[in-house]
Nanobody, 120 residues
Framework: QVQLVESGGGLVQAGGSLRLSCAASGRTLTMGWFRQAPGKEREFVAAFTWGGGTRYADSVKGRFAISRDNAKFTVYLDLNSLKPEDTAVYYC?????????????????WGQGTQVTVSS
């Protein structure tokens, strides 16, 4: 059983930046970030892929960056050039599979979520 704890959310003006952190209680195969806005389904944001690569949703490509500190079992998500439509609860997730890292159904563990609100 792996526990995930997110932090770093908050209120920011459009164009601003935030860094989200996700601390895992142990080693995982891969980790990703998802988000869910009110009234919408949970959607993929970013994740690591096999071979050390990364994958991003088109809506955040070029603005968000996922990174990790393996020694600390921590994953980060840097959110830059934020837009009001980025407002959502952001979740980190851990998976024991490298396949379909964009698919929330393949993730085994989830954090409690952290709220990001972007004002216009």
């Amino acid at each position: 059983q792996v526990q995930l704890v997110e932090s770093g959310g908050g209120l920011v003006q459009a164009g601003g930046s935030l860094r989200l952190s996700c601390a895992a209680s142990g080693r995982t195969l891969t980790m990703g970030w998802f988000r869910q806005a009110p009234g919408k389904e949970r959607e993929f944001v970013a994740a690591f892929t096999w071979g050390g690569g990364t994958r991003y949703a088109d809506s955040v490509k070029g603005r968000f960056a996922i990174s990790r500190d393996n020694a600390k079992f921590t994953v980060y998500l840097d959110l830059n050039s934020l837009k009001p439509e980025d407002t959502a609860v952001y979740y980190c997730a851990a998976s024991t599979s490298w396949s379909q890292v964009y698919n929330p159904n393949v993730y085994d563990y989830w954090g409690q979520g952290t709220q990001v609100t972007v004002s216009s």
